[in-house]
C-alpha cells in the first residue's frame, strides 16, 4: 500500500486495456474461455509508479471488479500482475480496464499489458494487447 499526498508534484493518468475472458471459434456460439494475465510495468529504472484504480468492466461497460482498493506503488523496473482465471469469463469478449496511476513528471510511462493463453486438447492459442493512455 502507497501513501501518496493530495498536495505532490506527480502528475495522474488513465490507460484503457482490452482484454479478452473468451473469444469466438467457428461460430457465435462456440466459445474459447481464455486466462489472462495484466502486466502492470514500471519501466522507470529510478522513480515510482503508483497505481490508485485497476478496474474491470465486461462487454457491456459495467464494473465487474476493482482490483486496487487502496493505492499501491511499483517500484522502479517493477512488474505486478492480475491474472483472471480462465473459469472467470465475467468480462466476455469485450472486457476492459482502466487504470489511474501517477508518475512524476520526468519519468517514462508505465507500460499496461495483457496476454491471453487458452489450451485444450493438444492445441493452444495465445495474444497480447498493449494499454493506450486516455488521459
Do not use: C
Amino acid at each position: 500500500m502507497a501513501n501518496v499526498s493530495a498536495a505532490d508534484s506527480l502528475k495522474m493518468s488513465s490507460t484503457y486495456l482490452s482484454v479478452y475472458s473468451h473469444i469466438y471459434s467457428l461460430t457465435e456460439e462456440k466459445i474459447t474461455d481464455l486466462t489472462a494475465t495484466i502486466s502492470m510495468r514500471n519501466t522507470s529504472i529510478t522513480d515510482t509508479l503508483y497505481i490508485f484504480k485497476a478496474e474491470y468492466f465486461n462487454t457491456s461497460g459495467t464494473s465487474v471488479r476493482n482490483y486496487i482498493t487502496k493505492p499501491i506503488f511499483i517500484v522502479p523496473m517493477e512488474t505486478a500482475e492480475i491474472v483472471i482465471e480462465q473459469k472467470d469469463n465475467a468480462g466476455g469478449s469485450g472486457a476492459n480496464f482502466i487504470f489511474d496511476w501517477k508518475i512524476k513528471s520526468t519519468a517514462p510511462e508505465p507500460l499496461f499489458e495483457a496476454v491471453m493463453i487458452s489450451t485444450a486438447g493438444g492445441q493452444g492459442l495465445s495474444f497480447t494487447t498493449q494499454g493506450k493512455r486516455i488521459k
